[in-house]
């Protein structure tokens, strides 16, 4: 018999969204409520502009962290669902 776990999580239920950076893997945790825009460099000063080359990219990444907020708004309780994020159980 195999099981598999689960973890199921609601945009309300989001405490922090982290940010690490890649350079020296400091990492900056901020409320959604608080969260306008993504930070433009690491607590150590690495820049964290996005440069993907796409015209959009930083759009992107603004518009998730935007959208996360905006969803956790009580007026959105009303809509016929619910948005869920599922994970995998981390491995031992």
Known sequence: MTFEHRIVVSLQEIKAIV???????????????????IP????????????????????????????IK??????YESVGFKIFLEFEEPKP
């Open 70 to 75: 905006t969803l956790r708004d009580p007026l």
């Open 19 to 37: 940010f690490e950076c890649n350079d020296c893997k400091s990492r900056s945790a901020i409320v959604p409520e608080k969260l306008d825009s």
């Open 40 to 67: 433009k460099k690491c607590p150590n000063g690495h820049p964290w502009e996005p440069n993907t080359g796409l015209q959009y990219s930083g759009w992107m990444f603004n518009a998730l962290t935007k959208s």
